[in-house]
């Protein structure tokens, strides 16, 4: 099983990014996906989840009305779009995948937000 992340960087405050993760190896669409992120020094935190099917998305009260997760189940991916990016945003997000007693994570894409 593979999950790979891309689409971090650097971004001025106010700005956007969209961030992918790419699942391999794995009955994708069955699977509940997250974003989590961590900052230096801070514990990974959640920031969205999305169920299997994708009728449904929860986020971080930090996030609410700015961010907003999604998936493709024909293309295995999930992305996290990112509005109205602050300095606090500054993490490596991470995506995990969970089914059942199955937990996934991948290796994280840096996010910078910084004039």
């Known amino acids: 099983v593979q999950l790979v992340e891309s689409g971090g960087g650097l971004v001025q405050p106010g700005g956007s990014l969209r961030l992918s993760c790419a699942a391999s190896g794995l009955t994708f669409s069955s699977y509940v996906m997250s974003w989590y992120r961590q900052a230096p020094g801070n514990e990974r935190e959640l920031v969205s989840t999305?169920?299997?099917?994708?009728?449904?998305?929860n986020y971080a009260d930090s996030v609410k009305g700015r961010f907003t997760m999604s998936r493709d189940d024909a293309k295995n991916t999930v992305f996290l779009q990112m509005n109205s990016l602050k300095p606090e945003d500054t993490a490596v997000y991470y995506c995990k995948a969970v089914y059942s007693w199955r937990t996934y994570w991948g290796r994280g894409t840096q996010v910078t937000v910084s004039s």
């Open positions: 999305i169920t299997s099917g994708g009728g449904r998305t």
